[in-house]
Structures are given as structure tokens and as C-alpha cells.
């Protein structure tokens, strides 16, 4: 027994100093450059420790000999690695495929792009992006190095992998930004919603691409922050269309002015079309009073008629005044007439004095619509009005005022106006007056188609007084003639426990007998 243990404990022994002879001796073929004996011997049975001495082979920068070694024992990242330092960077991206160990991609992509070999770099690249721990470290290699476009077309090929992830879009979305601006927008419109839009909005502000920015802003839903951007960079991002419809979305209503303001120095004949889009959304009398204070409301002028229907003081009253100043008397007069919440009052006082006949007589109108008919009529009269200045007389229902302008006819020798005022004025206007008047002046065939009316109608009312009184008279004397008595007993209704009257003695030739009515109900109970 004791034997067979010492037999064992050499053999073991043996074992492990043949082991050790032949991996110096591997390392010896190595080190002395016979690679081919060196690929004979571990090709053949051995107990060396290949992979051992093939990262001595590695570490003293014997890559050859690596090679073999590693090759033998199959350690294909470690051949990868070793087929970079010997340039053979096709075989390397195969041993690296073979191991698909990140690491190994990420070393084998690292040195082809140190030896500019980019096509190999790429195909290594493209199972490195698709770990989003590992991109930023990619792309930061690539970018120290300058070649951008290179990595540019990288990620322009992975963006086609099954595994790609918004890392990947977005970190191209950036690099466009910094060097290749003019696919960014395209890039975006097609990837939006796959790129980290806050990280993508940061690197279009730091590159000063506005058109970007803004597109970004309104799929990001920050349409306050877009329709500064446009107002803020107009020559490079702003779009009418585009601008007309974030700004019915933006959450800050103070907006809409700065958006007014925007467009009256930047593009003022567009501003009733931003304004219509505008129109449910404004508050119409703030925005008429900014366009006032600007001395542009006349700009505005479509807008403003297209609120006037709110009825509006504000509104009425400058759009009145842009009337006046264009001396638009019919558009005055019309807007007047269908809408009336305004100081009628200041603006008659104003209208008085103006240089055109037609606004001193809507300026009148106005009186008469207050009912300062003296004022109206006066200032018909000033402008020789002669048809107003009835009319509102007519419409004043007061005599003294009416006879007082047929009184003015006369005294400017005016006789045909004086008829026509005894037809329109007729109703206000005393015969005894307009004789007298007449008379007066000797223009008595002026009143005669007054006067005839006038003793017409007074004939008719006596006619009638003679006949309404003959009608009284008739009745008075029918109720003469009818029996009062009687009438009186008839309205006499039977009370309880009364018997009803009977014919009165005398009447019908019969004197009339009742011996059971005792003078009350009581003797007429008892009889019953």
C-alpha cells in the first residue's frame, strides 16, 4: 500500500513538471519565432497551458504566436485583440462576432477607427448602439476624434435595427444639430415621437436652429414657448399658417397682444387675417383700445366691423370715429342706426360743427333720437334741411315747436315749404295759427289746401256731434216712456220663506184676490 501511494504521489508529480516542460517549451517556439513547430506541437496531444503562455505571447507584444494560441484554445476575444494589433481587422470583426462580447465590439470598433478602417468600425458599431449604456461612450470616442460624419452614417444605418431605441434617435437628432443641420428637420418630422424631445430641444437652442425649435416646441405641446421663438426669429422660423394655429393654443393670453404687436411691425397687412382666427379668443374692447393707443386702428378696420355685432361702446364709438375720418357718411349713418350703445350726445356735439353738410345732419338725427327736438330742428334750419327739419318738428309732437318753423318759412319768404309743412306738420299745427299767418304774409293760396282740410274735418267732427247727439236725445226719451214702477218690483227677487208677488190689483181687468197670504211668510206657512 505504501508503494502504490509513492507510485501515485510521482506520478502527479511527473505529470505536473511535464506540464510545466511543455508550456516553456511553447513559449520557447513563441519567443524564438518558430510559429511553425510552435503550431505542430499544440496541434499534437500536450498538457501545455496554451491559453498561459498565449497571454505571455500577448503581453510581450508577440501577436503572432497569440494568435496560434489563442486560435487553438478557441478564446476568440482574446483573438480579436490580437488580430487588431496585427492589422487584420476582418478577421478580427469575425473572432469578434464569434465571442459577441460587448467589450470585444467595443475594442475591436475603438481600434479600426484609430486605423481609419470606418467600414469595420461601423459593422462593430452597430451591435454596440443598440446598448444604450454604452452609445455615449461610442459616440464621445468618435467625436474626439473628428469623425463625425463617419458616425453620423453609423447611426444612420442602425436606426433599421430591430433593437433600435430612442437613445440612438435622439443622440442623431443632436449630432445633426452640431453637424449637419440641414437633415435635422427631416429627421425630426420623421422620428418625433421617438427622440428625447427636452434633450433635442436643448441642442437646437445651442445650435440656433429656430425652424427646429419651434417644430419641436409644438409636438411638445409648449406652444407659448413656440410662439415666442417665432416672434423672437421671424426671418428664419416664422410661417403664417404655422403661427395662426399654435397661437389659438397657447395657454398665456397676454400672447395675443404681443402677437399683435409682432405682427403690426413685422407684417401688418396680414393683421385682420390673425385677428379673425383671433376673434373668439380676444377680449374685444382691450384689443380696440391697443390699436387705438397705436394710432392703427384704421389698419384693423375689417376686424372691427366684424365685432361690431357684440354691440360694444368701445367698438361703436372707434369705429364711428374712423368714419368721420374717412368721411364715410353712410357707413356713419347705418352703424348709427343698428347700433346704438354709444354717447350719442358727445358725438351730436361733435358732429355740429363739422365742415360737411351730411355729418351736421346726422348730427341732428342724433338730437332728434334723444328727443332734443329744438336742437334738431335748429340746426335743420341753420343748414337749410327744410325736409328734416318738418319731419323732426312732426315727430316732436309739440305744437309750438312745429308753428315756430312754419313761422320761419314765412319769414324767409319761404311759401312752398310752408305748404309742404301744413301737410307734414298737420297733425301739430292750429288752423287759427297757419290762418293768421297767412293772412299775414298774403299767401293765403299757400294754407287754402290746409284750411279746406282743416274746415273739412271740423265739418266731419260736427256732423258727427249732431248725429251722436240725436242719438242720446232718441234714448233719453225711451227711457222716459218705459214704467219705473214696474221696473222696480221686477228687479225684486223672492228671498226665502217669501212668495213671489202677484199681478198688481187692477192690471188685466181683475181684482185680485189672495186670502191665504197674511201680509209674511209666516201666515202663509200656516195656511199651507
Known sequence: AVV???????GRGKKAREAIIETELVFAYAKVN????????ISSPNIAQVQQVGERCYEEQLYEAARILFNNVSNYARLASTLVHLGEFQAAVDSARKANSTKTWKEVCFACVEAKEFRMAQMCGLHIVVHADELEELINFYQSRGHFQELIQMLEAALGLERAHMGMFTELAILYSKYNPDKMREHLELFWSRVNIPKVLRAAEQAHLWPELVFLYDKYEEYDNAIQTMMTHPTQCWKEALFKDIITKVANIELYYKALTFY?????????????????????????????????????????????????????????NIY???????????SIDNYNNFDN?????????HEL????????????????????????????????????????????????????????KNYECFAAGTFVMYDMLRPDVILELAWKHNIMDFAMPYLIQSLKEYTQKVDKLEVSDETRTKEAETNNQQPLVLGEQLMITAGPGMMAPGPMPGMYGMQQVNPMYNGGGAGYMGAM
Open 264 to 320: 403690426l411691425e413685422f407684417k401688418p397687412l396680414l393683421l385682420n387675417d390673425l385677428l379673425l382666427v383671433l376673434t373668439p379668443r380676444l377680449d374685444h374692447t382691450k384689443a380696440v383700445t391697443f390699436f387705438q393707443k397705436a394710432g392703427e386702428l384704421a389698419l384693423v378696420l375689417p376686424y372691427v366691423k366684424s365685432v361690431q355685432s357684440h354691440n360694444n361702446k368701445v367698438i361703436n364709438e372707434a369705429l364711428n
Open 4 to 10: 502504490s501511494t509513492q507510485s501515485g504521489h510521482y
Open 357 to 412: 353738410i351730411e355729418f351736421r345732419r346726422i348730427a341732428a338725427y342724433l338730437f332728434k333720437m334723444n328727443n332734443r327736438w329744438e336742437q334738431a330742428v335748429k340746426l335743420c334750419k341753420k343748414d337749410l334741411l327744410f325736409k328734416d327739419a318738418m319731419e323732426y318738428a312732426a315727430d316732436s309732437r309739440n305744437s309750438k315747436i312745429s308753428e315756430e318753423l312754419m313761422a320761419w318759412f314765412l319769414e324767409n
Open 345 to 353: 350726445i358727445a358725438l351730436a356735439i361733435r358732429l355740429e360743427k
Open 34 to 41: 518558430r510559429l511553425a513547430d510552435l503550431e505542430e506541437f
Open 324 to 334: 368721420i375720418d374717412h368721411e364715410d357718411y353712410d357707413s356713419l349713418r347705418e
